[in-house]
């Protein structure tokens, strides 16, 4: 879909190798300890709360400022479990103070029309915030499938806190 509109999309820690969990790039919970689980190997998925949303970015940031990521204004993305139904989530609590933009949520459950990441960097551009798209199909939708983008949103995305060039 970006490839459509000459959009690119750029990851840190991409350039020359294969983008994989590895160190640098992944939260534990020893980086939340707020979330740690009771009892060994228990995933806790992160809770839909505001304090919550807030200790995940700060210790994305951290992991980010740590492995010396030289975007100006990174988003964060995030693959994890969390309560929130759905596939996908920024919430307005991931925009904490002394930062340029939300993160960006992403359960390990895949759809089926795989448009999460990119409906997700939407809510986290400013202008399109949290509203989502009446016209079916819209990347902006709620509901499967979703396959085109509007040029106000392409050029919305385009001119974000978090593009690259």
């Known amino acids: 879909m ?5 959009l690119e999309l750029k990851v840190w820690l ?30 806790v998925p992160i809770p839909h709360e505001k304090w919550a949303y807030e200790v995940v970015r700060k210790a994305a940031d951290k992991k980010i400022s740590d492995g010396g990521c030289t975007f100006n204004n990174p988003l964060p993305i995030i693959f994890c479990q969390f309560v929130h139904p759905g596939h996908g989530i920024t919430p307005p609590a991931t925009k904490i103070e002394g930062k340029l933009t939300r993160a960006c949520l992403i359960h390990q ?18 202008a399109i915030g949290d509203s989502h798209s009446p016209d079916r199909g819209n990347y902006m939708h709620e509901a499967e499938p ?11 995305m385009a001119r974000a806190m978090y593009a690259v060039g």
């Not at 970006?2 to 000459?6: A, G, P, Q, R, T």
């Not at 979703?146 to 919305?156: A, G, I, T, W």
């Open 2 to 6: 970006l490839d459509k509109h000459n």
């Open 109 to 126: 459950r895949v759809n089926d029309d795989k448009v999460t990441l990119i409906h997700e960097m939407g809510h986290a551009v400013e």
């Open 14 to 43: 991409s350039e020359g190798v294969q983008v994989r969990k590895q160190p640098i790039n992944t939260l534990t919970y020893r980086h939340l300890p707020q979330l740690a689980a009771k009892k060994e190997k228990e995933v």
């Open 146 to 156: 979703r396959s085109f983008m509007y040029r106000f949103q392409v050029e919305r």
